[in-house]
């Protein structure tokens, strides 16, 4: 590994998880780093999922269903996203589910 030298560690200003920040380079190493705002991944996937148009349909809960899960992937992927979905610690996602966005880390409405 030779990326510390450029990494720092942070906490996600969402959740307080810490989350390794690379300052420079190794973008492509970075899930879902076309959102990537210093939010851990779970914070992220959040803001995208409370992004799409289709946010509100489903409970909470059903980020924990497989095909749910798998949707999602799909999205993330199509939108060049390339998370590591089966990084995803998606009880996470559900726990933290109510936390609030700091506000420049609101879910972008299109
Ligand atoms: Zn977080």
Sequence with gaps: ??????ATIKPCPR???EVIASK???QQA??????DKGMCLECTV?????????AGMFPKEAMLLPHIQ??????????DADP?????DWQRVVDNWELPFPRKF???KT
């Design 15 to 17: 959740c307080g998880r």
């Design 24 to 26: 420079s380079g190794n």
């Design 1 to 6: 590994m030779q990326e510390t030298e450029s």
């Design 46 to 54: 959040t803001s995208i999922m409370l992004g799409l148009p289709s």
């Design 106 to 108: 609101a879910p972008a």
């Design 70 to 79: 798998d949707q999602f992937a799909a999205v993330l992927r199509a939108g």
């Design 30 to 35: 970075r899930p879902v780093r076309k959102s």
């Design 84 to 88: 590591e979905a089966h990084a995803i």
